[in-house]
């Protein structure tokens, strides 16, 4: 009964910004880690992000210092802020509890391009 549904991508140039959310239902953000997760035209889906329960993040290291995670315990929604975009940021993102499999949802395409 677990649904996650991701949103916010878009079209951007090199240097923009893009807001995702994951709006989940049927699991409580709070007690989960939730991880978000990438993946470009050919290559395998890899994990981005990370925040715990508790409200600690980790990161990739190629996003580091651009990309934010974060939540709303009251929406119940998990956020990506991504900065600093660079085209090799181009990928269907996707969120995902980082513990436990659900199945995928349908992701939201992010596309960054001059």
């Known amino acids: 009964q677990v649904q996650l549904i991701e949103s916010g991508g878009g079209l951007v140039q090199p240097g923009g910004s893009l807001r995702l959310s994951c709006a989940a239902s049927?699991?409580?953000?709070?007690?989960?880690?939730m991880g978000w997760y990438r993946q470009a035209p050919g290559k395998q889906r890899e994990l981005v992000a990370i925040?715990?329960?508790?409200?600690?993040?980790t990161y990739v290291d190629s996003v580091k210092g651009r990309f934010t995670i974060s939540r709303d315990n009251a929406k119940n929604t998990v956020y990506l802020q991504m900065n600093s975009l660079k085209p090799e940021d181009t990928a269907v993102y996707y969120c995902?509890?980082?513990?436990?499999?659900?199945?995928w949802g349908q992701g939201t395409q992010v596309t960054v391009s001059s």
């Open positions: 995902h509890d980082y513990s436990r499999y659900q199945s």
């Open positions: 049927g699991i409580i953000l709070s007690a989960v880690a």
């Open positions: 925040i715990t329960g508790g409200g600690s993040t």
